[in-house]
């Protein structure tokens, strides 16, 4: 049989887990990767994460570091995706995706009938 080689676009161990304050650092700087130099205000990511309210996703890259994150905050019967960032590395791996996925079944869990994603920028 024909052996299948993987290059590791995707992570190993593809588990989307809650972030922990270890990983705080990580994702500031995922963000700052992302936003080129322009300001931004990271002190939201560092807000407690508080179960079926604001919850802060975390994917980890192979090689160290983080190759995915996301905050997402539930309201009520409404969830919002207040932040979505992948490591340009794994762009067009299906991560933003896999992060919405997991963010809808989150608000699913805790209530929340509806996601609001923001637009995605044209790649």
Not at 1 to 17: C, E, K, M, N, Y
Not at 28 to 38: I, P, V
Not at 57 to 86: F, K, N, Q
Request: aromatic fraction near 4%; glycine fraction near 8%.
């Amino acid at each position: 049989a024909p052996r299948v080689q993987q290059f590791g676009l995707v992570p190993d161990s593809p588990t989307i887990r809650e972030a922990t304050d270890e990983d705080l650092d990580a994702v500031e700087r995922l963000l700052r990767a992302q936003s080129a130099g322009a300001p931004r205000r990271y002190e939201q990511i560092a807000l407690p994460r508080v179960p079926g309210q604001r919850h802060l996703l975390v994917l980890d890259a192979p090689e160290g570091g983080l190759a995915a994150a996301a905050l997402v905050s539930i309201e009520g019967h409404r969830g919002h995706l207040v932040m979505l960032a992948v490591a340009r590395r794994f762009e067009g791996c299906g991560l933003e995706d896999r992060l919405i996925g997991v963010a809808e079944a989150l608000c699913s869990a805790f209530g929340a009938d509806t996601l609001d994603v923001p637009a995605r920028s044209a790649a």
